[in-house]
T-cell receptor, first 114, second 114 residues
Framework: GAVVSQHPSRVICKSGTSVKIECRSLDFQATTMFWYRQFPKQSLMLMAT?????????EQGVEKDKFLINHASLTLSTLTVTSAHPEDSSFYIC??????????FGPGTRLLVL | AQSVTQLGSHVSVSEGALVLLRCNYS??????LFWYVQYPNQGLQLLLKYTSAATLVKGINGFEAEFKKSETSFHLTKPSAHMSDAAEYFC????????????FGSGTQLTVLP
């Protein structure tokens, strides 16, 4: 199947700093990527839809100024958690949709804010 | 709006026994349905998908699922469980919005007993 990578896989940062997470589709072009957040023992919660060349669409309750999304190319979307706080600690997962509209997921990024 | 309900947050089976994970859906349009598996600290891997073709869908690792419109169900089965099947399983339905984002069920943790 298609491959989606995320970097970094794990990051620890201090409260107040910003963290950037990259999501790449390695063997296909993705005009649409998605960012999810997953709390322990829970399902995935869609945060935003990332569209190449246009602004991201955020789900209700997700602060767009807090979670900056950039989809500058057909293979790369980035999520920047700005001024991170301990409550932002979570597992962040991206996915990329191929031309058959199947979503392929990245391996996730574990963020810990101290 | 589309939604899925997974009955049973935890399922335990003995190695070699039948695996049955339940998923019921609600959709205002013909649904596209998916099953994903998540191993600890990893992203989601696509097991199989239903896209309005054959009602019995075969996936990877010996899993299959049957779409039953009359029951609005898409249960996941495997004839003989293996220890390596222990993981979290998510059922998902594709939305009808322009982005066609996925809506996930709450997940079912499968434990395989020796």
């Amino acid at each position: 199947g298609a491959v989606v990578s995320q970097h970094p896989s794990r990051v620890i940062c201090k409260s107040g700093t910003s963290v950037k997470i990259e999501c790449r589709s390695l063997d296909f072009q993705a005009t649409t990527m998605f960012w999810y957040r997953q709390f322990p023992k829970q399902s995935l919660m869609l945060m935003a839809t990332s569209n190449e060349g246009s602004k991201a669409t955020y789900e209700q309750g997700v602060e767009k100024d807090k979670f900056l999304i950039n989809h500058a190319s057909l293979t790369l979307s980035t999520l920047t958690v700005t001024s991170a706080h301990p409550e932002d600690s979570s597992f962040y997962i991206c996915s990329a949709k191929d031309h058959q509209e199947t979503q392929y997921f990245g391996p996730g990024t574990r963020l810990l804010v101290l | 709006a589309q939604s899925v309900t997974q009955l049973g947050s935890h399922v335990s089976v003995s190695e070699g026994a039948l695996v049955l994970l339940r998923c019921n859906y609600s959709s205002s349009v013909p649904p596209y349905l998916f099953w994903y598996v998540q191993y600890p600290n990893q992203g989601l891997q696509l097991l199989l998908k239903y896209t309005s073709a054959a009602t019995l869908v075969k996936g990877i690792n010996g899993f299959e699922a049957e779409f039953k419109k009359s029951e609005t169900s898409f249960h996941l089965t495997k004839p003989s469980a293996h220890m390596s099947d222990a993981a979290e399983y998510f059922c998902a339905v594709r939305g009808s919005g322009s982005a066609r984002q996925l809506t996930f069920g709450s997940g079912t943790q499968l434990t395989v007993l020796p």
